[in-house]
């Protein structure tokens, strides 16, 4: 019976260090302004160019978010996805 307890209390312990350690993951290099890391490159999908996320053209199309280096990339993704 005390096993049982024992183990408990052991998962209980697991879970909230590996909390902690998935929240000190994540708040690395962003510092816990922004939940997006502006800094992430990102690639735009038209021309495969990389660009930073906090300047990239973000367009939500068909439910998902891309990301483009101008407007110009975005209307020609749209184009090419709405046909
Ligand atoms: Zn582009």
Do not use: N, W
């Not at 906090?54 to 709405?82: D, L, N």
């Amino acid at each position: 019976m005390y096993r049982i307890i024992f183990i408990l209390i052991l998962l209980t312990v697991l879970y909230f260090l590996l909390r902690s350690a998935i929240r000190e993951f994540k708040g690395r290099g962003a510092s816990g302004r922004l939940p997006v890391d502006k800094d992430q490159m990102v690639q735009d999908p038209v021309c495969h160019v990389f660009v930073p996320r906090g300047t990239a053209v973000t367009e939500v199309i068909g439910g998902q978010t891309y990301c483009f280096c101008s407007r110009g990339c975005a209307a020609t993704f749209q184009k090419r996805m709405t046909g």
